[in-house]
């Protein structure tokens, strides 16, 4: 009888929020994962250490920039999969940084095609995409192939990446593709993001009586999702016969202001603790944005039906249970 062969895969920005949970979906199909940092840090392993799966995870330092470094992390452990979830992930401080992310986010896309090409050119390779590349749009769902008008330097960076990863599979016959991932999230989602700012802010100041949340524009809206299932469309993407890119979204979008909302109204906070800051509001905004989830359904097989209120309960849950745990201590 044949040992199953058990696969090698890199986990590129594997300290954020999706890192985790695909570290913990690959561990529980006995991948051997490779982990990659800019600095390996303690901090890098504090949410596989979430699920306690850090001992399970060999953590390699590599400056994406640098190709010599990427092609002999490559060469030393010949993967069978790779998945680039680095980034420089914020839009809001790409306006700030906008050489920074442009450079980061398409240069360290090349290196790792380049060494794929270069070394083992049957590596099977995930780029997160983002739904911001489309931007402006004039005609909603979104599509695969829908028009991209990217509002920000960080939806530039990423509309190039993408369009890199269509060009190397197209002129090299790689099995390269994007995840086109649509707001997606979770407990362990960094708290300079929206969903989890409100959660947190709230859930620690709503007995305070001088506390307000501020934020900027909240009347646009957008398609939000579940991190741990959208996770699970990138590696469905791998499994499949031909490399396709794919939207991963809920196919649906609600304001930022009803999320506020129901947010305050569980936790019994009035809306008078809500301030708009103008400090907070972006040069540019999309104004409404949600995807046509149907090609994933039908081809990947991936099942998603979950009302994001019903994410939001979730969330809520798990953000009083470790508040209150954390206040124990």
Not at 21 to 48: A, F, M, P, Q, V
Not at 81 to 87: D, G, H, T
Not at 171 to 187: D, P, T, W
Not at 263 to 272: E, Y
Request: charged share 25%.
């Amino acid at each position: 009888m044949t040992a199953k062969k058990i696969k090698t895969a890199f986990i590129t920005g594997i300290s954020g929020q999706d890192g985790a949970y695909l570290s913990k979906l690959l561990h529980e199909k006995d991948y051997k994962i490779i982990g990659i940092t800019r600095n390996n840090h303690s901090d890098s392993l504090e949410k596989l250490k979430f699920f306690k799966i850090e001992q399970f995870v060999i953590m390699e330092e590599c400056d994406l920039l640098d190709i010599s470094s990427v092609l002999n992390l490559v060469k030393k452990y010949n993967p069978d999969e790779i998945y680039n979830l680095a980034a420089q992930s914020s839009v809001g401080l790409s306006f700030k940084q906008p050489i920074g992310t442009i450079n980061f986010n398409i240069i360290s896309v090349l290196n790792l095609l380049e060494a794929i090409r270069l070394v083992k050119n049957d590596i099977r390779f995930y780029q997160a995409s983002s739904s911001e590349m489309f931007g402006k749009v004039s005609n909603l769902p979104v599509h695969i192939n829908t028009p991209m008008h990217p509002l920000s330097p960080y939806a530039i960076s990423k509309a190039s990446a993408h369009w890199i990863v269509v060009n190397y599979r197209e002129s090299y016959s790689l099995f390269a593709c994007n995840g086109v991932l649509f707001n997606h999230e979770s407990y362990l989602r960094s708290n300079s993001f929206f969903v989890k700012k409100v959660l947190q802010e709230t859930v620690k100041n709503r007995d305070k009586s001088d506390w307000t949340l501020k934020v900027g524009n909240i009347d646009i809206k957008r398609d939000f999702g579940y991190s741990p299932n959208y996770v699970q469309a990138m590696w469905l993407m791998l499994q499949k016969n031909d490399p396709e890119d794919f939207i991963i979204c809920s196919g649906k979008s609600i304001t930022l202001r009803s999320i506020i909302e129901y947010v305050f109204k569980k936790l019994n906070v009035s809306l008078d603790r809500l301030v708009i800051d103008n400090d907070l509001m972006r040069p540019t905004d999309i104004e409404d944005i949600y995807g046509d989830n149907t090609p994933a359904k039908v081809k990947l097989g991936w099942d998603y039906n979950l009302d994001f209120y019903e994410v939001l309960d979730l969330l809520i849950e798990e953000e009083l249970s470790f508040f209150s745990k954390s206040s124990n201590n």
